[in-house]
């Protein structure tokens, strides 16, 4: 089972939120979301400045499996996007909680982080999808 680390909030969409501090969070896709994409081979992510609303689509992620949908945890302002990723979109499956994050987004509500579950809470979750 992959790990999970425990700073992070999580979503059932499979992205997970950092608290980068002064109301910014930044965004990636779960350990077990890229188990199910397989490699990784194009991210289409929005500009900076774009706004997004919690549980909006803000991205896509091509796979060799499959086309998915990139969903905000919470609303806010998307801030910094990784270009790395244009260039070098297997940074995904190498490095998902480092190297592989997506955007980073000043939240509208920063008590919004709060509402996402933690990494126990997101296990079990999996496991409930497993079943």
Do not use: C
Request: aromatic fraction near 8%; hydrophobic fraction near 35%.
């Amino acid at each position: 089972m992959p790990h999970y680390p425990s700073e992070l909030k999580y979503t059932k969409d499979h992205e997970w939120a950092r608290d980068e501090g002064d109301g910014r969070i930044r965004i990636g896709i779960t350990a077990y979301a890229v188990e199910q994409l397989g490699d990784v081979t194009l991210v289409d992510l929005p500009s900076a400045g774009s706004e997004v609303s919690a549980h909006d689509r803000f991205g896509d992620i091509e796979s060799v499996k499959t086309v998915s949908e990139l969903y905000a945890p919470v609303g806010g302002e998307i801030v910094e996007v990784n270009g790395e990723l244009e260039d070098s979109p297997e940074l995904v499956n190498e490095s998902p909680y480092d190297q592989g994050w997506m955007v980073i987004l000043r939240m509208s509500a920063p008590g919004d982080i709060e509402e996402l579950m933690d990494a126990a809470a997101y296990e079990a979750y999996l496991s409930k999808l497993d079943d």
